[in-house]
Every structure is written in C-alpha cells, then in structure tokens.
C-alpha cells in the first residue's frame, strides 16, 4: 500500500480553504446580528393593554403602532350582533378596531348617546361593532391583531381569537 504525500503546496491549499471557510461563516453571522431587529425594535410593535379597566359603556383610545385603536366595553344595550367582532373575557364583551375611517382616514368620534362612532369628515357613521352604517365608509374599522392573555390584550400578535374572527 502506498501512502499518499501532502505536499507542501497541497498543505498550504488546505489551510487556506479552511481559513476561507471559517470567514465566510464569520461574515454570514456578522451579516444575520446586521439584519436580525434588536430586541427593543421587535418589542415596538406589541402593547399590552387591561380589558378590565375599562368600564361598561366607556371607550377608551390606546395608541399602537402609531395608530389610535379604540377599546370598547360593550353594554347589554348595543343590541347589534357583534358575535364575530367581540372580545370575549372574565370582565366583559369589547369591540376592539383601529380608530382610522375607511373611507379617507379621519378618526372617528364615539357618539355615547347612540352608541355609535361618528366620522367628523364626511359623515361616515359604525356601529358599536365598528361596521359601516351610513354614509361613504366602504367597510368596517379594521381590527388589529391580538392575543388575549387573560382580561390582557397583546395588540401586534396573532391569537387563536383574532385568527378565527379573520377567518369570516
Ligand atoms: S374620512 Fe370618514 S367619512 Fe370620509
């Protein structure tokens, strides 16, 4: 049997490719630490917010993602059938939306007289579900993604309840 020789020059070849090898890996990893967000930019798009301070008829306007988003805590007297567009917990029934109009944008007024939210531009009104009931709005407020934790709600994540209310 013959044993094969590493020259001298196929040394050298070895060494470089492995130096190349350890580089190139260096710099895939540099590259991923460059794009991967840091931990308080991921975390600027999720905010948690207490159901149960808000009380029965009363809304109240949180702002995420630089957008208001309107909580609403339902009362027996909103008659409108909410069942696909209401937040369910231990403190109550909530209509959750993001307060923009569809039709251009403006930010909705909640009218507590009549239960309803009232666009100050063109007169778009929705109903305490956040649908679209009169005038040019051509849908319902949008709702954001939520997680509910508990009587918490994680707006910026996609719960099992959220994906079901966007499934129709
Ligand atoms: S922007 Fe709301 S009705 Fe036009």
């Given amino acids: 049997m ?6 001298r020059r196929d040394f050298l070849l070895y060494a470089i490719g492995g130096w190349a090898a350890v580089g190139a890996g260096a710099t895939l ?4 630490k460059t794009w991967e967000p840091l931990p308080e930019v991921k ?8 159901l149960a301070t808000v009380k029965p008829g009363e809304v109240k306007v949180i702002e995420w993602r630089k957008k208001p988003v309107f909580i609403l805590h339902r009362t027996p007297e909103m008659k409108e059938d909410c069942t696909k567009r209401t937040i ?25 007289e009549n239960n309803i ?3 100050p531009c063109h007169g778009g009104k929705y109903n305490a579900c956040g649908i679209n009931i009169f005038g040019p709005p051509p849908k ?29």
């Fill in 43 to 50: 975390a600027a798009g999720i905010v948690e917010f207490d």
């Fill in 140 to 168: 319902p407020l949008y709702i954001p993604p939520f997680k509910l934790e508990g009587t918490k709600i994680v707006l910026g994540e996609e719960g099992p309840e959220y994906k079901q209310m966007v499934s129709g």
């Fill in 29 to 32: 990893y540099a590259m991923y």
């Fill in 88 to 112: 369910k917990t231990s403190s109550g029934e909530y209509t959750v939306v993001i307060g923009i109009c569809t039709h251009l944008g403006c930010i909705p007024n909640w009218e507590p």
């Fill in 2 to 7: 013959s044993e094969k020789k590493v020259s």
């Fill in 117 to 119: 939210w009232h666009c």
